[in-house]
């Protein structure tokens, strides 16, 4: 069971660190007002609680400096910082294994991105839509990308931990759950594209089935690795 907690503990440091690119990418290209960035900055400073190490503290303190320097132009190389400071912090936890985990994580990362812009244009209908159309559409290659590594055996799985399947049929489950997720994204993306105050609603419901989807395809996927 700690090994469990301690692996389901790496995943979520993981992603929230992934989640900061997304997080400066939405910020440069959708500029929603402060209060999306105290939000979203809240929420990726949670890492300081999984892992308390000096890397965590700086993230954390990098976060706390961007806030602090919102209206300045060099406010997005401190969130570089900050992702920096994060990365190195997942390296120590989990070593080599980060540069496979990373894709799917990576994907998770993404679609929660997305859900969370989508939550607040519905408070800022105001603010730009190509930042979330944009990652809604990464989000889609994204999971496509993923699939082919599967089927074509880059990403090794085994079913030793799902002793009821065959690792063959364990492959075409996770090969179904990211083409589910890439056709959830993508439908967000045609929902962005509707003018209207349902469009974005409608996407950010499907980035919460695709937010499911993803996290129950990339969580299989590196528990099989």
């Known amino acids: 069971m700690c090994i469990r907690d301690r692996q389901l503990s790496e995943f979520t440091y993981i992603f929230l660190a992934l989640c900061v690119p997304f997080f400066a990418y939405i910020i440069k290209s959708t500029e929603p007002k402060k209060g999306f960035s105290i939000l979203f900055s809240a929420v990726i400073a949670m890492n300081i609680f999984l892992f308390m190490n000096q890397f965590s503290y700086i ?11 919102f209206k300045r132009s060099e406010k997005l190389y401190i969130l570089l910082l900050s992702f920096i400071s994060f990365a190195v912090g997942a390296y120590t936890l989990v070593g080599q294994t980060l540069l496979m ?12 991105s997305l859900m969370m812009i989508g939550h607040w244009f519905l408070v800022d ?12 559409l990464f989000s889609t290659y994204l999971s496509i990308g993923i699939s082919i590594l599967v089927f074509s055996g880059l990403y090794e799985s085994s079913s030793s931990l799902f ?5 063959n049929m364990l492959n075409n489950i996770i090969i179904f759950l990211y083409l589910s997720a890439a056709l959830l994204s ?15 609603m409608a996407s950010t419901g499907l980035s919460y089935l695709s ?15």
Do not use: C, D, H
């Not at 994907?107 to 929660?112: A, C, K, T």
């Open 59 to 69: 993230g954390a303190f990098f976060l706390a400096m961007y806030l602090n320097l």
């Open 101 to 112: 985990s990373s894709l799917p994580i990576m994907m998770v990362s993404s679609v929660f």
């Open 125 to 136: 209908p105001t603010i730009s839509r190509e930042g979330m159309k944009n990652t809604a």
């Open 163 to 167: 002793n009821l399947i065959s690792t």
């Open 186 to 200: 993508f439908g967000s993306y045609k929902s962005l594209q509707e003018k209207s105050y349902t469009g974005v």
């Open 211 to 225: 937010l499911i989807v993803s996290m129950g395809a990339s969580g299989t996927l590196i528990l099989s690795i």
